[in-house]
């Protein structure tokens, strides 16, 4: 492949498009429910759906569903204890059910699927709590707060006729798909080494609307700094990358080592604001993860490191590690500017200092960088809307979706390792009782 392979700008019907190829289905078999085939078996049809969680990660599926719009999604009925979030989801959808209470929706016979968008801590029972009540699943990421509860709710899946999906948008997301594709072609060469990482800078903490905040209520809002609801970054941001370390190579980390500190916003929170990871997978790879919430410098990127080349995954662009270097004038100005040489002799050899050459790189798909609208592949398409409508499908079809449950499943684990690892200060190799395939995998 060569440096002008670009791809041109595409939609989401053209994404449908895309995945009519069998080899991109082999890669990511969890793609077939976005495909033509099914959307043709679906047409008309809709699923009765109730959201449970109406913070701001249900209102974001919400305005999604409404505004898109999702047409195979009805939303009929929303859940949330906490009073504001629940008004604003019925203002969006007036005609829904409201409940204050997730069992009381779960007993609707009218529901037929729901989205679970509440606190870490409460995916577990919820989730196995809406298998009992014969209702398909689409629980945000991660899957769990613990291993067990990891493992318990893939087994009570695996005995379900219900569909789960986790809220692993990248797995659908056009630019991610794309240079996926291209790594396993070898567009970068062979694959040596890895790097995520998440850069933010605030303190996670949100505004308690109450004239007198309680520590009650402030705990429930600010959920994510406390160990008995959350993880941290691990599972509130890493979990959504650490799978693309699996996707590069075709192996499962059989190991993880790092640090994990609370090293500037001490305001009481239990959970790490700095963490440090490297997973090691069993042919030497190494997988590089940071994130912190002091400083927002590097945003946040997913690099593949080739002997050919680089792949950065959220901007969607690849560099190669042979560039056109920069014209003779170019580099002896260079070179003068950094004393190489003291005398210049412009009859001298010529030279390609590494310093001299400059790789903007290219898209995977062209415009990728554009912020046009829903249906152009941009910063604002992250794979959301087709995981949803993926979800949609699968709920209708009842297709069961294992290759997207199996790898949601891993990257919660991973997490979840990850956290071990740091807050017992010791490597941390991967438990064989958490394994639930017999790939290659370990």
């Not at 014969?134 to 899957?143: I, P, R």
């Not at 580099?331 to 030279?351: K, M, R, T, Y």
Request: charged content about 25%; aromatic content about 10%; some cysteine.
């Amino acid at each position: 492949m060569t440096e002008e392979f670009i791809f041109s700008e595409f939609n989401r019907r053209d994404f449908v498009k895309l995945l009519g190829g069998s080899s991109l289905l082999a890669l990511f078999p969890w793609l077939h429910s976005c495909t033509k085939e099914v959307s043709n078996a679906i047409d008309g049809e809709t699923i009765r759906i109730g959201v449970i969680g109406t913070g701001s990660r249900g209102m974001y599926h919400l305005n999604n569903i409404l505004n898109i719009p999702i047409p195979q999604a009805e939303v009929v009925a929303l859940c949330d204890d906490y009073t504001p979030h629940l008004q604003q989801a019925s203002n969006l959808f007036p005609q829904a059910k409201q409940y204050d209470d997730y069992r009381r929706l779960l007993e609707d016979k009218n529901v037929q699927a729901v989205i679970i968008t509440t606190p870490l801590n409460e995916h577990e029972q919820m989730t196995i709590d809406s298998f009992a009540a014969e209702k398909h699943v689409l629980c945000e990421k991660s899957m769990a707060l613990s291993l067990d509860g990891c493992r318990k709710i893939y087994d009570v899946y695996k005995q379900s006729d219900k569909v789960l999906y986790i809220g692993q948008q990248r797995m659908f997301d056009p630019k991610y798909i794309r240079a996926m594709e291209m790594i396993h072609s070898g567009l970068i060469g062979s694959v040596t080494g890895m790097r995520a990482y998440w850069y933010r800078n605030n303190d996670w903490r949100r505004p308690v609307p109450s004239p007198v905040p309680s520590p009650e209520l402030e705990k429930r809002i600010n959920w994510r700094l406390y160990r008995n609801s959350s993880a941290g970054l691990v599972t509130e941001l890493a979990a959504h990358q650490l799978q693309v370390g699996d996707w590069a190579i075709g192996l499962r980390p059989e190991s993880v080592m790092g640090y994990g500190d609370i090293v500037y916003w001490k305001d009481g929170r239990e959970v790490f604001d700095n963490i440090s990871l490297i997973y090691r997978y069993p042919n030497g790879v190494k997988m590089s993860y940071e994130s912190i919430i002091s400083n927002k410098f590097l945003g946040l990127e997913e690099m593949i490191l080739g002997d050919k080349g680089t792949m950065e995954l959220e901007k969607g662009k690849y560099y190669f590690e042979e560039v056109k270097p920069a014209p003779g004038i170019l580099q002896l100005i260079n070179q003068i500017e950094h004393q190489i040489f003291d005398d210049v002799s412009f009859a001298g050899p010529s030279w390609v200092p590494e310093t001299a050459s400059i790789n903007k790189g290219y898209y995977v798909i062209d415009k990728v960088h554009s912020t046009s609208g829903a249906s152009s592949v941009g910063a604002d398409n992250d794979g959301s809307v087709e995981l949803l409508t993926a979800f949609c499908n699968s709920s209708i079809t009842g297709e069961k979706n294992e290759s997207l449950v199996t790898e949601a499943y891993y990257s919660s684990v991973y997490a979840l390792l990850g956290l071990q690892a740091m807050e017992e200060k010791r490597i941390i190799q991967f438990p064989e009782e958490f394994s639930i395939d017999n790939t290659a995998y370990v």
